[in-house]
């Protein structure tokens, strides 16, 4: 017993010495046990770096380069035409918030339905495909709320089927399409927000595969598994 208080003792003498108390303020660089990613290779501003033949550490950006949450111009905007609207935007429209005033519309947004080059069966796959990148996770393939993260412990993420008659419960399946949009946009309770990885564009598509799906599930009189 001796031994294990002098040991225990000892313990605690070369922790101390070695890491400091708590809070106490030290001149030396700190001692790093894990030094995650503190420490990288990087030019720092103003630098020189010897990588580039002309010496100058900062660059200009690669030609080309498109500002983070920018869609790449499509063809007609390189030639004159009007440019495209961008992926991300934080316009007040419809289509943008899936609001009208303080409320939340119904139905697809002008924008996509009016245009027969975005709003085609083109646009429900591209709605499927998102989905199940970003969705299908914790929602389920079908939409029956029973993703893989329901192993995991995420188990109120919705179910996104109009379940017949029989599930009232799920207000989820019966919210307005700009509802839908809103939540992708910014999250709700439980569920994070997917605004800054899902174009707008893309999030109505999603909306519409949903809708799709609650058809199915509608037509199949069941809950899709
Ligand atoms: C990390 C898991 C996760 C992912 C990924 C996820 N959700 Fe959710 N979602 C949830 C959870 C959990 C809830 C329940 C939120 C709450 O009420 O706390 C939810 C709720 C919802 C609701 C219902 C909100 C309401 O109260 O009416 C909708 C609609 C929805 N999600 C759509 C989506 C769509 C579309 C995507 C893909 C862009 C998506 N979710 C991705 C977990 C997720």
Same mark, same amino acid.
Request: charged content about 20%.
């Given at each position: 017993? $001796? +031994?294990?208080?002098?040991? %225990? ?5 070369? /922790? ?6 708590? =809070? *106490? $303020? ?6 790093? /046990?894990? &030094?995650?990613?503190?420490? #990288?290779?990087?030019?720092? %501003? ?31 905007? /390189? ?45 429900? $796959?591209?709605?499927?495909?998102? %989905?199940?990148?970003? !969705?299908?996770? !914790?929602?389920?393939? *079908?939409?029956? =709320?029973? =993703? ?13 089927? #109009? &379940? ?22 910014? =999250? $709700?309770?439980?569920?994070?927000? %997917? ?13 519409? +595969? ?9 037509? *199949?009189?069941?809950?899709? #598994?």
């Amino acid at each position: 017993m $001796k +031994y294990f208080f002098l040991s %225990y003792i000892f313990v605690i003498a070369i /922790v101390v010495s070695a890491f400091g108390f708590r =809070g *106490s $303020k030290s001149e030396l660089p700190p001692l790093e /046990v894990f &030094p995650d990613m503190d420490h #990288q290779a990087k030019v720092k %501003y103003q630098a020189s770096s010897e990588f580039f033949a002309d010496g100058r550490g900062a660059r200009l950006p690669v030609k080309g380069t498109v500002p983070m949450g920018f869609e790449i111009p499509a063809k007609a905007a /390189v030639d004159g035409a009007t440019p495209p609207r961008v992926g991300f935007t934080n316009g007040l429209s419809y289509y943008d918030t899936g609001k009208m005033g303080d409320f939340y519309g119904d139905g697809l947004p002008s924008e996509i339905i009016a245009d027969p080059a975005v709003f085609n069966a083109e646009f429900i $796959k591209r709605g499927e495909q998102r %989905y199940n990148i970003n !969705c299908a996770i !914790c929602h389920g393939t *079908s939409g029956n =709320g029973k =993703g893989v993260t329901s192993r995991y412990g995420i188990l109120t993420a919705f179910n996104l089927q #109009q &379940p017949g008659n029989s599930d009232p419960a799920n207000a989820g399946a019966y919210r307005a399409d700009g509802a839908i949009f809103d939540v992708i946009t910014n =999250g $709700k309770g439980l569920m994070g927000s %997917y605004g800054g990885n899902i174009t707008v564009r893309d999030r109505w598509a999603i909306v519409a +595969y949903i809708r799709a799906l609650q058809l199915a599930a509608k037509e *199949s009189g069941a809950t899709l #598994q």
